[in-house]
């Protein structure tokens, strides 16, 4: 199983963007889908998470929408506006159930960056 971001970049505060992160491999069902993000010298948070238990991170609500295709085996994350403090590298995890008889698991991609500025 395999998750790959894109969509990262370099944005002026005030923009918008929209990360996308489909899972592949051999995948038997998804829980869920969710983004984290991490600054430089913080933790890692929970940015957004898909039904059945869809979150956000308080300080994002009312500017961040997390959507998904499960045709696609995709969810996508929608920032608007960004501003300079959304700046972090952004990952994809997914609670996955690699196969019928598999364990279901965690799986994280590379990530992706999301730069605000001016």
């Known amino acids: 199983v395999q998750l790959v971001e894109s969509g990262g970049g370099l944005v002026q505060p005030g923009g918008r963007l929209r990360l996308s992160c489909i899972a592949s491999g051999d995948i038997f069902s998804i829980t869920y889908l969710a983004w984290y993000r991490q600054a430089p010298g913080r933790q890692r948070e929970l940015v957004a998470q898909?039904?059945?238990?869809?979150v956000y991170l308080e300080s994002v609500k009312g500017r961040v929408t997390i959507s998904s295709d499960n045709a696609k085996n995709a969810a996508y994350l929608e920032i608007n506006p960004l501003k300079a403090e959304d700046t972090a590298v952004y990952y994809c995890?997914?609670?996955?159930?690699?196969?019928?008889?598999?364990?279901?698991?965690?799986?994280w991609g590379l990530g992706t960056q999301v730069t605000v500025s001016s």
């Open positions: 898909t039904p059945p238990n869809e």
């Open positions: 995890n997914g609670l996955i159930k690699p196969s019928r008889y598999g364990v279901t698991n965690g799986y």
